[in-house]
């Protein structure tokens, strides 16, 4: 049975300026080096950042089980600001995940702000229960709070030149 858990974080920053990130390559050049904790790099494998695109994740030394993985974008909604990226093969599937997909979804608030909203569909193998403690979103609001972040300091910069 899928599950899924959710995270909303509220940014003063204009929706599609927020997607100026997520919704491009840009978001796996920037999160190794804005959160170096949850990622310790991200490789583009194939694509140009649409749907098809295939990037391999490399953790931090230290999280046992898990090492790399990779993920296929199965939406990229630039109209709506939706990107679904699924995961194809790598350690999250071998600890026994049957399914593991993360959605991100820009909301506009008005004309200076937005929701990130990130979920975590998921599905594990009944042979392994325990993986249900590892599924977090605690990453995503990370990720969230610092791209929300980059995006006012690319602001702030812009402005002072």
Do not use: C
Not at 24 to 32: C, D, K, Q, R, S
Not at 74 to 81: H, K
Not at 105 to 127: H, W
């Amino acid at each position: 049975m899928r599950k899924s858990q959710s995270h909303e974080f509220e940014a003063d920053v204009p929706a599609a300026e927020l997607w100026g990130v997520y919704g491009t390559l840009l978001a796996a050049e920037l999160l190794p080096k804005l959160l170096p904790q949850v990622l310790a790099k991200v490789e583009l494998v194939s694509g140009d950042g649409g749907v098809g695109t295939i990037l391999e994740l490399t953790f931090p030394p230290g999280i046992p089980g898990l090492e790399s993985y990779k993920e296929k974008f199965i939406t990229v909604d630039n109209e709506n600001y939706i990107k679904e990226a699924e995961t194809i093969d790598g350690d999250i599937l071998k600890l026994g995940f049957v399914y593991y997909m993360v959605r991100f979804e820009i909301i506009a608030k008005g004309p200076t702000s937005s929701v990130i909203k990130s979920t975590i569909q998921y599905e594990i193998d009944e042979a392994h229960p325990e993986l249900e403690a590892m599924v977090s979103t605690a990453p995503l609001a990370a990720t969230a709070e610092k791209f929300a972040g980059y995006v006012k300091e690319q602001k702030i910069a812009q402005s002072s030149s």
